[in-house]
């Protein structure tokens, strides 16, 4: 707890004067519930008040447990900018004592909706948190709000708080655009980026490009057969001299393609602009890992904390509470037992105290 509180001791209160219950004994608990599959702020009260015994020695609680009304009116006060500051300190501490590498690899941004977090009247434009993801650690690296449900303005701003040296950045056709390039290179990162009909003049010259080495050089091809499906990929990698002056498009070295077909499907052809000439194989690495953010974050996120069915909507707490599960799930990936899926691990830490005590040594 003590660790705990360093971390989030910056973080403003921002109820009145006279509020009962300490901010960090309230979120210590938040995010304790949350370890063990809680997806409400009703859920967290009832957590608390049946594991009242394990606050003893830790927890002061001077005015009794919060009730669900405690936890839904801090969290829909509380400054999401500044709760991500805290979130980010936290996952630095947590990284350094889990003793987990620093991100390398592939870094993937992507946007999410919060599809039922919307205010009466504004079913049609959900909330939509937009986050970095770390491939290689599986844990989300920071995350914001999209100002306005703009996820590209989401995703400028989220490049700004990220340490990109070593790293590897991918994301879809709706960032393909030089201000994103230029932030990730100067953040000293590389890119991979998406590039469709959004941006119709550089999808001529890339696949101009492509097109040219094809003729001279076959594409690298990969097989898989996983979960009942066979998928067949190849990739073709291609220099790109002189794009990067004639598009204004900062490191743009070389183009790509990858071709991909899934049983009986149609072939599905996609389009990269690369700050790096990578090879072949490197780059279907790459492109797999990016749909990462997707399997591993996102869908655990819906099936397993139900965040598309969650009912927060009122100021702040759809944004702030999405930070807190991303928080949630990074604990309990960082646990040793990597044998074990996440829904399982969740459950665990609810039935069994003793596992939940692991995963609390771990965040030391």
Not at 159 to 171: D, H, N, R, S
Not at 257 to 268: F, I, P, Q, Y
Not at 313 to 318: A, F, H, I, L, V
């Amino acid at each position: 707890m003590q660790e705990f509180s360093e971390c989030f001791s910056d973080l403003l209160d921002p109820r009145a004067k006279n509020a009962l219950h300490d901010l960090r004994e309230i979120l210590f608990i938040a995010l304790m519930a949350t370890l063990c599959g809680s997806t409400n702020c009703c859920d967290m009260a009832l957590f608390a008040r049946l594991k009242a015994y394990l606050w003893t020695g830790v927890l002061e609680l001077k005015h009794g447990l919060p009730s669900h009304d405690t936890f839904s009116r801090v969290f829909r006060m509380l400054d999401p900018a500044a709760f991500e500051k805290v979130f980010q300190k936290f996952m630095t501490s947590f990284a350094a004592a889990a003793k987990i590498d620093q991100p390398q690899g592939v870094v993937a941004l992507d946007g999410k909706a919060l599809r039922r977090g919307y205010e009466r009247g504004m079913s049609h434009m959900p909330p939509v948190m937009v986050t970095a993801w770390a491939a290689q650690t599986r844990m989300a690296l920071a995350n914001i709000l999209a100002p306005g449900n703009n996820e590209v303005a989401g995703a400028m701003q989220l490049i700004a708080f990220l340490q990109l040296k070593g790293c590897v950045v991918t994301a879809d056709a709706l960032h393909c655009h030089r201000a994103m390039a230029e932030a990730v290179v100067e953040r000293g990162g590389d890119y991979v980026l998406a590039v469709k009909e959004n941006q119709p003049a550089l999808l001529a010259d890339a696949k101009a490009a492509i097109a040219a080495k094809s003729k001279r050089t076959a594409p690298r091809t990969t097989k898989t057969a996983a979960h009942g499906r066979r998928e067949r990929r190849s990739a073709v990698v291609a220099p790109a001299p002189g794009m990067s002056d004639k598009h204004d498009f900062p490191k743009l070295v070389a183009v790509a393609k990858v071709t991909s077909k899934r049983g009986t499907d149609a072939t599905v052809h996609r389009y990269f602009l690369l700050s790096q000439h990578y090879s072949p194989a490197r780059l279907l690495e790459i492109v797999r890992d990016h749909w990462g953010i997707e399997n591993r974050l996102h869908w655990p996120l819906d099936v397993v904390l139900n965040e598309d069915a969650a009912r927060n909507r009122k100021d702040n707490g759809p944004a702030n509470l999405a930070v807190l599960r991303r928080l949630a799930i990074n604990v309990a990936r960082a646990h040793p037992d990597q044998k074990t899926f996440l829904r399982a691990k969740l459950k665990r830490a609810g039935w069994s105290d003793a596992f939940l005590f692991e995963m609390l040594a771990n965040m030391r």
